[in-house]
């Protein structure tokens, strides 16, 4: 099992000190990785689900935070959980991706993506909320194919995305994974068939879990790629047993993300180093 950790820009702040300092602590307690979550824009009334959103939370941009953590640290991989694939624009997007990557030494292997839920922040960036679906999809395949393309250019067309001989460089050290979150159908589809990894969200019951990983991997089959090869990834809490982790690891996780449940330094440095010792990190 690899174990990652969040780091809530909403709930700890955006001050730059405590924000290298949490991810040299996530280093020097052995864990694999790092994510940071995203909000392009929110808006009041906002809410997902039943949990509202003020329009004043800090929700830093995750790939300049990143950015920030890669130059303090040499270990950790990089991750995002998740970014709002249809928002940004997929050529200015593997550019900067690839430079994270170039940067860090190759560590932004954990590019999480999702398609967002609030309407409004759609709206916000001029992007049809009803289609942004299927714009991630496109997303996703332009990602891969400026990647792996060369000096002679690539070429696109697409519903949403139309380009001919691009070429952009720096291009990542290896090939970049992508992994799919989102707590829907349509997400656990966008895992199987492009994915590299299937991110479910948290607040599903244990059979729609099951559900959607069978989604997951019969989409993988479908298109000739092997399931197996499908990465999963859970949220957990800090203070979870060994007991939980092997429940998870029967059910086919391969990868938990926790949260701190404090902003306060000293008792999440504490909850960390105890959580490292339970499973033997570092």
């Given at each position: 099992m690899k174990f990652g950790i969040s780091y809530s820009?909403?709930?700890?702040?955006v001050d730059p000190e405590r924000l290298l300092g949490f991810a040299r602590d996530v280093e020097e307690c052995g864990f694999e990785s790092l994510y940071l979550p995203e909000h392009v824009a929110l808006h009041p009334g906002a809410k997902i689900g039943d949990?509202?959103?003020?329009?004043?939370?800090?929700?830093?941009?995750?790939?300049?935070?990143?950015?920030?953590?890669?130059?303090?640290?040499?270990?950790i991989l990089l991750g995002t959980g998740v970014l709002l694939l249809p928002y940004h624009h997929p050529v200015t997007l593997a550019k900067r991706l690839a430079t994270i990557d170039v940067l860090s030494g190759g560590r932004m292997r954990l590019l999480t993506v999702g398609v967002g839920a609030l309407a409004g922040e759609a709206n916000a960036v001029g992007v049809d909320f009803a289609t942004?679906?299927?714009?991630?999809?496109?997303?996703?395949?332009v990602l891969r194919a400026l990647w792996a393309g060369d000096e002679t250019g690539v070429g696109f067309?697409?519903?949403?995305?139309?380009?001919?001989?691009?070429?952009?460089?720096?291009?990542?050290?290896?090939?970049?994974?992508?992994?799919?979150?989102?707590?829907s159908s349509a997400a656990a589809r966008r895992a199987?068939?492009?994915?590299?990894?299937?991110?479910?969200?948290?607040?599903?019951?244990?059979?729609?879990?099951?559900?959607?990983?069978?989604?997951?991997?019969?989409?993988?089959?479908?298109?000739?790629?092997?399931?197996?090869?499908l990465e999963y990834t859970r949220w957990g809490p800090l203070d979870m047993s060994v007991e939980d982790v092997e429940a998870l690891a029967s059910e086919g996780v391969t990868r938990v993300v926790v949260s701190p449940g404090t902003a306060e330094v000293g008792r999440r440095r504490d909850e960390m180093g105890a959580f490292a010792s339970r499973f033997g990190l570092g």
């Open positions: 820009t909403p709930f700890f702040g949990v509202a959103l003020p329009p004043s939370l800090p929700f830093a941009d995750p790939l300049a935070c990143l950015s920030f953590i890669a130059a303090g640290t040499s270990r942004r679906g299927r714009r991630a999809d496109e997303a996703i395949d067309e697409g519903e949403f995305y139309r380009f001919d001989d691009v070429c952009v460089y720096p291009k990542p050290l290896a090939e970049l994974p992508i992994h799919v979150g989102g707590s199987g068939v492009r994915g590299d990894g299937f991110f479910p969200g948290g607040r599903l019951t244990a059979e729609e879990r099951r559900r959607q990983l069978s989604i997951a991997r019969a989409a993988a089959v479908s298109v000739g790629r092997d399931p197996g090869r």
